[in-house]
């Protein structure tokens, strides 16, 4: 359920300047693990960081977003949002060192980020099941095309996650948990 | 991009010849998943009529137990080769050890017995895939491999929150899925 946080004050959190949000996403858990240096041709190692940077620029979005839904949600949906912004920072801080490994700048979060006007605990739950789909298919995209076996691993590991995200904001919505017995971007 | 054409070392050369696969060790990974699913979709279909569990657990055991048979039959068409054999109670439990899983059904009297071996289960199943990922060369058994591995993940979330429901903490535990393979 939401917070009774005026609808003002809620577009003002999701359309808010996410500055310093930036800060925490670039330095964040960025410094967890030390970067793994990728051995891979230079040409294959360009076409990695492009594909990882645009999962991480997409990791840095949900990010965002669960920042700025947590608090309008209660009970257990804010506890859920926290868990999975924990994680979700995990993921930006993995993919940065991946990047920096294939010897890559990594994207920056941007300044400010518009998720529109959610109302309401089913809209941003919505918004947030959608985020998540959108990280599946960029990761299920990227995966296959990966020049190297530890880099296909871990972005598996980190997508998995985000499967679960998945299937509990799908509980949440009264949909279905259990999708299909291959994650799809349809989750 | 840097651009920067850091010669590999020595050392990365020879990890990386050391971690491809030749097509018949590729094909003997992809059967030890296969191996591993068969198992699941045993002790699933086990637990789905096994007494002590409740009828929505039972349930919860039929559908993921199904999704376990679908994994099997995906990769066993990967592998053009069909695999069926149903493991005896014995030869599931010789299985599930050398998983690292010790477990003897006539001493599962509880759901909570039943569900915290699925939950094993499910764990051994996610570090399989995930080692796999590691050493599978062709990208797209690699693929299929990271999809599995998420439902497995799935799984693992939806057994939990079965018996521990809104514990998120606990339910969506890692941030990285690596399971437990022994």
């Keep these: ?187 | 991009m840097s651009g920067s054409d850091t010669p590999r070392s020595r050392r990365e050369l020879v990890s990386d010849v050391l971690r491809a696969l030749t097509p018949a060790q590729e094909r003997r990974m992809l059967l030890e998943l296969v191996k591993a699913e068969l198992l699941a979709a045993d002790i699933y279909a086990m637990a789905a009529v096994a007494e002590p569990i409740s009828p929505a657990g039972q349930n919860l055991a039929r559908r993921l137990g199904n999704q376990e048979r679908a994994h099997l039959n995906a990769l066993a068409m990967l592998m053009s080769q069909s695999f069926g054999a149903t493991l005896s109670p014995s030869q599931a439990e010789k299985a599930l050890a050398t998983h690292g899983i010790p477990v003897r059904f006539d001493e599962l009297h509880t759901e909570r017995q039943w569900f915290t071996l699925l939950e094993q289960l499910e764990g051994v199943l996610e570090g399989l895939y995930f080692r796999a990922l590691g050493r599978l060369s062709d990208p797209g058994h690699a693929l299929l491999a990271a999809r599995i591995l998420a439902s497995e993940a799935q799984h693992s979330t939806l057994l939990l929150s079965f018996r521990n429901p809104n514990n998120i903490q606990l339910d969506v535990a890692e941030g990285q899925i690596k399971g437990r393979a022994h």
Excluded at chain 1, 5 to 16: M, S, Y
Aim: charged share 15%; hydrophobic share 40%; glycine share 10%.
């Design chain 1, 1 to 187: 359920m939401v917070t009774h946080t005026g609808a003002a004050t809620r577009r003002t959190l999701l359309k808010a300047s996410v500055a310093g949000l930036g800060g925490i996403a670039t330095a964040g858990l960025a410094g967890c693990g030390s970067t793994h240096r990728i051995s891979a041709p230079p040409q294959a190692r360009a076409h990695d960081a492009e594909l990882l940077n645009g999962v991480l620029a997409l990791e840095q979005r949900t990010i965002a977003a669960y920042t700025a839904a947590a608090p309008l949600l209660d009970g257990f949906g804010q506890k859920m949002a926290g868990q999975f912004l924990y994680q979700e920072l995990l993921h930006a801080g993995i993919l940065r060192n991946l990047v920096q490994g294939v010897g890559g700048h990594p994207h920056n979060p941007l300044g400010h980020y518009d998720f529109g006007h959610p109302r309401g605990r089913s809209r941003l739950l919505s918004l947030l099941h959608e985020l998540e789909r959108e990280q599946i298919a960029a990761y299920l995209h990227a995966i296959p095309r990966m020049s190297t076996p530890f880099l296909r691993q871990t972005l598996a590991s980190v997508m998995a996650n985000d499967a679960q995200h998945a299937t509990v904001l799908r509980a949440q919505q009264g949909v279905t948990a259990l999708s299909g017995p291959f994650l799809t971007s349809r989750e």
